[in-house]
């Protein structure tokens, strides 16, 4: 029932830094844990980072630990993850994804998913 519509992809140079967002509707933002993947070219998607209700967690892939950072503010319906240090393997379409329960690290743990933006990192 919740709709999720991402924002802020695009080319950046290594190093770089990018923000994306993730505004959802169709039911109260609040309610749901959230959750960033992303899918390289010619490979699965994979978790990236999540947090949960209020707020309370966050966690993340190895893979990005100490340069993105994801967040919430309730009243806007919106997600963030800001993206530092930007590599070239961080290249991907991002998705953006909600749960109606707790969120996790796998894909079957998450409900809604929205249509993802894509972020390409050049050398």
């Known amino acids: 029932q919740a709709q999720l519509v991402e924002s802020g992809g695009g080319l950046v140079q290594n190093g770089g830094s990018l923000r994306l967002s993730c505004t959802t509707s169709g039911r109260s933002f609040s309610d749901y844990a959230m959750g960033w993947f992303r899918q390289p070219p010619g490979k699965e998607r994979e978790f990236v980072a999540g947090?949960?209700?209020?707020?309370?967690?966050?966690y993340y892939a190895d893979s990005v630990k100490g340069r993105f950072t994801i967040s919430r503010e309730d009243a806007k319906n919106t997600v963030y993850l800001q993206m530092n240090s930007l590599k070239p393997e961080d290249t991907a379409l991002y998705y953006c994804?909600?749960?109606?329960?707790?969120?996790?690290?796998?894909?079957?743990?998450?409900?809604?998913w929205g249509q993802g933006t894509q972020v390409t990192v050049s050398s």
């Open positions: 947090i949960s209700l209020a707020a309370f967690h966050t």
């Open positions: 994804a909600a749960a109606r329960n707790y969120g996790g690290t796998t894909i079957y743990e998450y409900d809604y």
